[in-house]
């Protein structure tokens, strides 16, 4: 006995000993990491710590789960970075620097501040490893290693590693040496790494960075001198460069079966190819120009595109003179052997074509297809002198402040107040908002606390990158060089000066609307402290309960006051009164259930005594049941027998005070008359009084007055008995509205692209701007005229430039290879060269624009440098939230406030409302109770039949998930912003929205 309890308490022991032991380790030593309580030391820690990485959390228990791999890297940075904590539930002082720095942690964040400014999220894998990469470079790429789907990638990042790899490794090696900045790398790095795991156990396939200190032994040992470049090794030794296809399949075809690579076949010479253009040589060329007295030579280089893309024109141009006799040769050069001619000429673009007039040099041409070149020969003349270049915006005088990456900063921590304009020369907004920038700096030229600056972002990147300036222009506003935000006003000199005045984030307000009270009537506007008093001492008064917002209140305002005056001037003891509902609150609460809204009240002191209730000036209409019609009204007990009993029911859902119900019901008898009475239609029609029978109506999910129902869909047509008629004899689902058309079957010079077409044609072509556009958008619609007419032009002065476009609702599949998301937003007018993507067009939608932006894209062609990677670019929009069927509830149940427009992409007065929707959802962005989204009815028919959408668009309110009301407001950026910022109350369930069809007959 005494031996078991020797080996029992044992047992207890080990494991106190044990927990001891593991309670121990879970103690993390986190004094390498600063904790930070307050604003002040914060600010501090921010200028005197270049590389600054800070933990946010909403509680010390949130954060505990990150303090291990934190307190690691602090360790391991120490000397080139911090790491830093702030938990901002701690206290009242933490929430509000929290609260200041704009940071709401869910539940934890980090963020890199860089030379004292916010750089980024960190966004990548909670390592140690991980987090030093990003610490030792915060403003650099991804690390290839730290990508989705790179596991089976051998990553490589020093000669000691790659050293070992080749020689250890018996399996067969493809290591591919690349730079993080390369866009032909970024290309091919999917595909790598699909072949990686395709031959995973079969071969290595590596990846190397050589674009480092530590790798630039092997860069050099290999002669990599260009990116990316793929080199198989067996035995530690190079034995293959990869010359293939840059596709998956190609790589494992491949290195199942290594071999080298066939040299590509040689292009054939231009001089040898027979023709009757004059290729003429250094020990030629005098002889010949002295010989002929009219010569145009075009001097070219083989590898130059414009040169290919212009041979045939000059050989087809030297064709017809000699089919027609033009006096003349077409000659040809070669300036990269005939080099003392294109020296002597000063040759130093391509193509470059100059004319020889009695044996001596004229002028230079610029005629680059067949037809011109073939008229200027008949008829040579010096072309006009180009205009002078444009000067840059630099060296116009002016109080506009020119910054550069070195200056930068220091001017802005002298100035309270500067608003700084990031453009690029080409970009025609930019050129359209320089004078009004100017005069609006020329006007503040006086106050020294006050500046306006520009930056030009294609000389001077480092400081755009540091602002993620996507699009030009861009402006942002810095208070001493600290405190900045994006501008989002407008772009003249006045709303410039305005918002100096005055600045402050987010959207301009609205211009402000007279109040109504403020307008000269016989209406008075009553208060929560006026109302009672107001009623008891006037015999009757009619009360308006009104919104600012609301379209029908708007509506009746005019006709209000006119009935207002009138009483007045007949000196009727009846007055009209209003209430503002977004004012006074609590009496509105009291009184209203819906805008627009009447109470009639009379005082008590005017009444007779004896009488309990006023008498009505009307008799009180008898019920429609009661009424002798043909209509067969319905109730829960006999409504399914009804539906069952006939082979197609038409059933009228209505309350007895609905107007829009009594305007409907003679037509709607007079078709029941045919229907049910005389038989000359089949089926039947019926009725139901939703005030009698509501459990009924809310089985049918009946939300408006008058609803239809034919139990197979929805009657959507008009409520005339014509239509009523021809529905019940042929009753159909309403046909889908016509197809767009087709733009590419239109005449012009723009090339549409399809999945067939779209490698060859680039490879054709090495400068293109193509468009990727639906057939509904209104914003491409817009830009189609000149898009088209810009084709024009560029094929008859520049022929090499392209114009091209993508039908996005066809090939998906390359709309979606270029990152396009939506229209307008997302990138829809991308700049290709050589097939790869380099630019967002960001230009005016004027032709000028997109003829200027190419010109400057692609000029002539000058010797080949190498490839630098393109930036990616991010999409806008920050207020408005997408939703579909998968988050439409789990959304909307979670928000307090939310305004939802259901569309459709081809309804035209969608597209007029969706910019002032979206604008309007800017200013709600930081509120999180507070959301304006969107539903494409194309997408997600079925949510929409749900929520009772019968026309485009229907915009409705919800409060935590529950439909309150349909907004019948005007679809104005002022009037959304006004009735979000107070929002209608929900309707009581027995008065549903009788206004609601209103809007849907404007449509």
């Not at 893309?309 to 087809?316: F, G, I, S, V």
């Not at 802005?412 to 608003?419: D, S």
């Not at 270029?818 to 960001?842: A, C, I, S, V, W």
Request: hydrophobic content about 35%; proline content about 7%.
């Amino acid at each position: 006995m005494a031996k078991k309890n020797f080996w029992f308490n044992s047992f207890i022991w080990l494991v106190f000993v044990v927990g001891l032991s593991k309670q121990a380790k879970k103690k993390i030593d986190k004094s390498s990491i600063i904790e930070i309580n307050d604003i002040k030391p914060f600010k501090k820690l921010q200028r005197t710590h270049t590389n600054l990485l800070v933990l946010f959390a909403q509680s010390e228990r949130d954060a505990s789960s990150r303090f291990e791999v934190l307190a690691r890297v602090a360790e391991e940075i120490k000397g080139r970075g911090t790491v830093a904590y702030i938990n901002c539930g701690e206290s009242k002082d933490t929430k509000k620097m929290c609260k200041k720095l704009r940071v709401s942690p869910q539940p934890v964040v980090l963020k890199h501040y860089k030379d004292g400014d916010f750089n980024k999220d960190y966004d990548r894998r909670n390592t140690v490893k991980s987090m030093l990469n990003f610490m030792n470079d915060p403003t650099g790429e991804m690390p290839w290693e730290e990508e989705e789907g790179t596991e089976d990638v051998r990553h490589v990042h020093t000669s000691s590693e790659f050293v070992k790899l080749t020689t250890k490794e018996k399996k067969p090696i493809m290591v591919m040496f690349y730079a993080p900045w390369c866009g032909y790398c970024k290309k091919l790095k999917p595909d790598y790494a699909v072949a990686a795991t395709e031959l995973k156990g079969e071969a290595i396939m590596a990846g190397m960075d050589v674009d480092t200190y530590e790798a630039y032994q092997i860069r050099e040992k290999f002669n990599i001198t260009g990116f990316p470049t793929l080199i198989y090794f067996e035995n530690g030794e190079e034995k293959y460069r990869y010359q293939g296809k840059h596709d998956k399949d190609s790589l494992v075809e491949w290195m199942r079966n290594p071999a080298p690579s066939t040299p590509p076949a040689k292009e054939e010479e231009w001089s040898d190819i027979p023709s009757d253009v004059v290729h003429l040589k250094d020990d030629t060329f005098d002889d010949f120009i002295a010989n002929n007295p009219s010569v145009l030579v075009m001097f070219y280089a083989p590898w130059c595109g414009h040169c290919k893309a212009m041979k045939p024109e000059y050989t087809d141009a030297a064709k017809t003179m000699k089919e027609e006799e033009v006096p003349g040769v077409i000659a040809a050069v070669d300036a990269t052997k005939e080099t003392a001619v294109g020296k002597r000429f000063k040759i130093e673009g391509y193509p470059t074509v100059k004319y020889f007039k009695d044996g001596e040099f004229a002028f230079d041409v610029n005629e680059r297809t067949a037809d011109k070149i073939v008229a200027f020969m008949k008829d040579p003349k010096e072309p006009p002198p180009p205009p002078p270049p444009e000067k840059d915006w630099s060296d116009v005088e002016s109080e506009v402040e020119h910054l550069t990456d070195d200056t930068f900063k220091g001017f802005l921590k002298k100035k309270k107040h500067v608003l700084v304009m990031f453009y690029a020369p080409w970009c025609g907004h930019c050129k359209k908002a320089k004078p009004e920038f100017m005069e609006a700096a020329k006007h503040d030229a006086e106050n020294s606390k006050v500046a306006y600056a520009a930056v030009d972002c294609t000389v001077h990147r480092s400081v755009c990158n540091q602002f993620d300036v996507q699009g030009y222009p861009t402006f942002r506003y810095f208070n001493y060089g600290k405190k900045d935000f994006k501008y989002i006003g407008g772009r003249v000199a006045k709303d410039f000066i305005q918002f100096m005045e005055n600045p402050r984030e987010g959207p301009p307000p609205p211009p402000s609307e007279p109040e109504w009270k403020d307008m000269p009537s016989h209406v008075t506007h009553l208060t929560d402290d006026t109302f009672e008093e107001f009623v008891k001492t006037h015999h009757s008064v009619l009360v308006m309960f009104y919104a600012p917002w609301c379209g029908h209140c708007k509506a009746m305002k005019p006709a209000y006051m006119e009935a207002a005056e009138e009483l007045h001037s007949k000196n009727a003891r009846s007055v009209l009164a209003a209430v503002d509902c977004t004012k006074e609150k609590s009496l509105a609460q009291k009184t209203t259930q819906a805008f627009f809204y009447f109470s009639c009240c009379r005082s008590e002191a005017s009444a007779p005594a004896d009488a309990k209730t006023a008498k009505p000036e009307k008799p009180v209409e008898p019920a429609w049941s009661d009424e002798d019609t043909d209509v067969v009204h319905l109730t829960a007990s006999t409504f399914q027998e009804f539906i069952k009993s006939h082979s197609s029911a038409l059933v009228m859902f209505y309350a007895p005070w609905c107007p829009h119900c009594k305007k409907i019901k003679p037509e709607f008898s007079e078709v029941a008359k045919e229907v049910n009475t005389e038989n000359k239609v089949p089926g039947a029609l019926g009725a139901v009084d939703c005030t009698v029978d509501g459990d009924l109506c809310t089985e049918q999910e009946v939300k408006r007055y008058p609803t239809y129902g034919e139990f197979a869909y929805k009657y959507t047509k008009k409520r005339k008995a014509e239509d009523m008629l021809a529905f019940m004899k042929d009753p159909q689902k309403p046909a889908p509205p016509p197809p767009p058309p087709d733009w590419s079957k239109e005449s012009g010079k723009v090339h549409f692209l399809t999945n067939e077409t779209w490698d060859s044609f680039m490879a054709e072509h090495p400068s293109v701007l193509v468009m990727f556009f639906a057939p509904w958008c209104g914003y491409c619609k817009a830009m189609k005229p000149n898009f088209f007419k810009a084709a024009e032009i560029l094929s008859e002065q520049h022929p090499s430039e392209a114009l091209a476009a993508v039908d996005c609702t066809k090939f998906k599949s390359i709309c979606k290879r270029t990152g396009l998301k939506g229209y307008p937003t997302g990138k829809t007018r991308l700049f290709f060269r050589n097939g790869e993507m380099e630019k967002d067009y960001d230009g005016d939608r004027s032709a000028e624009d997109i003829i200027n932006f190419m010109k400057s894209m692609s000029g002539v062609d000058t010797v080949p440098e190498e490839t630098k990677g393109t930036e990616t670019e991010k999409e806008e929009s920050d207020g408005l939230k997408i939703l579909a069927s998968a988050n439409f509830e789990s959304f909307l149940s979670e928000t307090e406030h939310v305004l939802v427009m259901f569309f459709a992409p081809w309804c035209g007065h969608c597209q007029n409302a969706k910019p002032k929707f979206l604008k309007a959802s800017e200013a709600f962005a930081e509120e999180a109770n507070k959301a304006f989204t969107a539903v494409d009815c194309t997408q997600d028919s079925d949510l929409c039949d749900k929520q009772g959408v019968n026309g485009y668009p229907t915009i409705k309110y919800y409060r935590y998930g529950a439909f309150v009301v349909e907004y019948d407001g005007d679809r104005t950026e002022e009037d959304f912003l006004s009735f979000m910022k107070s929002p209608p109350n929900p309707l009581p369930p027995d008065q549903p929205d009788s206004n609601q069809d209103e809007k849907r007959d404007e449509l």
